[in-house]
Each structure stands twice: as C-alpha cells, then as structure tokens.
C-alpha cells in the first residue's frame, strides 16, 4: 500500500484480514497510531476497523495490555461466544461490557474467544437456518436463553456457561443477576417521595424463558411489599426503545401513573419523550445501570458477570467442576 493514500474502513478491513491469513502480525499486532499513519486515515477509523476484526474473532483486545492475534487452529484453546442481538456485540450498551469481561477472563485463563453473532427476527426467535457451531473447547452463550438453542449447545459434548439473562434450567452453568435489591431500593426511593402509582414497563410474559420476567417480578413483590401495587400499572414490551414508547402511549390510553420504571436504560429516552408529548414530568427509573444513564437507574455487575462466565468456563474445561451458578447482585443508583 501507498503511504499517504486515504483508505475506507472497509478496505482497510480487508487489507489487515489478508495480512492476518498470510501471518504477517504473527510477532505481534501494531498499536493504532502505526496504523493510522501507515493508512492515512485517523485513530477512530483505524479502531472501528479493529473493533470489526475483534467481533470477527480474528482478534482480541485485553485492556491496559493492547490487541492480539487470534490463532484459528480448530478448537485450540478456543472458546466460542454465542451472541444473540440487533447491533454490533462490541458497541452494544449492555452486552458489549460483558463482553469485554469475558475477554479479559478468557484471555488470562489462557483461551482464546471466537465470537458467533445469531440473529432473531422481530418475535424473538433465532434464526438457525444454515447455523453450524466452531470446533472449539467450550461455548459462552450472551443473551440466548431458548431451551432448543440450550440443547443444541449440550449435544456439542464441550463444557458451556452462560452469562447474563438467567436461564430456565437449574443444570446449565450460569452466571446471572439478582434483581430484587436493586428493584426494592429503586421502588423505595419513589414511595418515599410521594409516588404511588408505579408503572412497569418491559417484559411481562415471554414464551420462551420465564426467567427473563424477573425484572418484571422483582417490581410487583417490592409495590407489594410497600402495599402499593396495582396490575393496571404493567406494560409489556419488547427490550426496543421505540416499542417502550409504544407501550408507554397504551398505558397512558387507559390509566395515569405518577412514576414509571423502565426495564431498560437505552429505553428511557424515547419514555421521556412520550411523556413529554403528552404534557407529563413524572420521575422515571430505569434499570441496567448503563453508561449514559444521567437518571436514577438499577445498576448491575456487567463486567463482573462476564469475568466470572470466563473463570466459570475455564474451570469446568480443566474438568473442575466446584459450582453451577453464580448470583451477582444489583443496586440502585441515585
């Protein structure tokens, strides 16, 4: 390549795979200046670039350290991260910081991720035609939870772990959260400003893993507990900030709440929004305790879940098995 020529990220992609097949990084990657500088083009491309060939599998980054070489021999110290989800694993809000724990534990535990990105179609269901798994040591499942997807992992005869939403089987691995402290606080703090009328918006049934309703559960036994909780203030949605919007303008049709709690921090935007179109400034909780969250939100571990999969996950591939089930707890930030 031509120094001083300006590139596209996408070629720029396709040149760094070509030298990835060919060994040219096999004593080591270069640092992002290099390569911009080599390219033409600016630090933020070179590392969109990155980040695509990370979420490729091709390479792996370990922060305070810098990016590696992915070696693609067969299930060589491998592990295979099952992703399920709309955007981009690495710049997803919530996923992607558990994604980078799982980075950082599997790196340091001597294994290497493969990320497999699943698609689902608009109800939620995987799209699975054509699907074939890696050959590699072990699966890590984010954000897949249906029970045929869960014995399709098992009849890979590896050791698997799941990080994340909490499943509905007692005898798959996993690492999940436990929302009732963070939830309890949450609805406390509102009740003690004068709210009363506390709306639910996110999931409140789902046919595939009633797990996934433990937001939804953890709301009504805290109004419950305060003698203030009232069904005709639940919503269902689907985890898409426009169908809260959607959610919240049905709720509104029918009753008036003086709070709303929302499942989801990347959600919260667009309920503002619908409350605003309709004259209305009520507190608004959120939950997930994402970066940009500048509102009151129920926080949870994310990166701590992912390191604890990864460390979970190795052991169980040195054939320690010590535990099927870790628990992280949550808490509400104000």
């Given at each position: ?22 060994g ?57 991260v ?8 690495f ?14 534990g ?8 493969v990320?497999t990105?699943?698609?689902a ?36 005869g ?6 994340g ?27 003690k ?19 996934l ?6 709301w ?26 959607s ?49 009151p939100t ?37």
């Amino acid at each position: 390549m031509n120094r001083g020529s300006v590139y596209k990220q996408g070629e720029i992609v396709a040149e760094l795979e070509r030298r990835l097949d060919e060994g040219f990084y096999s004593s080591g990657f270069p640092v992002g200046s290099l390569l911009a500088a080599e390219f033409g083009v600016n630090i933020k491309t070179i590392n969109k670039a990155i980040n695509q060939l990370v979420e490729a599998g091709r390479l792996a980054r370990k922060r305070g350290v810098g990016t590696f070489v992915v070696s693609h021999t067969a299930g060589d110290r491998q592990v295979e991260v099952l992703f399920e989800g709309y955007s981009a694993l690495f710049d997803h809000p919530f996923w992607g910081e558990i994604w980078n724990g799982c980075i950082t534990g599997l790196l340091d535990a001597g294994f290497r991720p493969v990320l497999t990105q699943i698609q689902a179609d608009e109800s939620g269901r995987l799209q699975l035609e054509g699907f074939r798994f890696s050959p590699t040591m072990g699966k890590l499942l984010l954000g897949i939870t249906h029970p045929r997807f869960l014995e399709l992992v098992s009849l890979q005869g590896v050791p698997a772990v799941s990080a994340g939403d909490e499943i509905d089987d007692p005898d798959f691995p996993q690492v999940c959260f436990d929302y009732w402290p963070g939830v309890r606080d949450a609805m406390t703090f509102l009740v003690k400003r004068g709210c009363r009328r506390i709306a639910f918006l996110g999931e409140t049934r789902n046919e595939f893993n009633p797990k996934l309703l433990n937001k939804f559960h953890a709301w009504r036994r805290a109004l419950e507990s305060l003698g203030v909780y009232d069904p005709e203030l639940a919503e269902h949605t689907r985890p898409l900030p426009e169908a809260a919007g959607s959610a919240l303008r049905s709720l509104l049709g029918r009753t008036k709440p003086d709070a709303v709690f929302v499942a989801g921090d990347h959600q919260v935007p667009c309920v503002e929004r619908v409350l605003k179109e309709n004259g209305l400034r009520l507190p608004v909780v959120g939950c997930d305790g994402l970066a940009f969250a500048n509102w009151p939100t129920v926080s949870l571990p994310r990166r701590a879940a992912g390191e604890a999969a990864a460390r979970l996950l190795a052991t169980r591939m040195r054939g320690n098995i010590s535990t099927d089930r870790v628990v992280l707890f949550t808490h509400f930030v104000c």
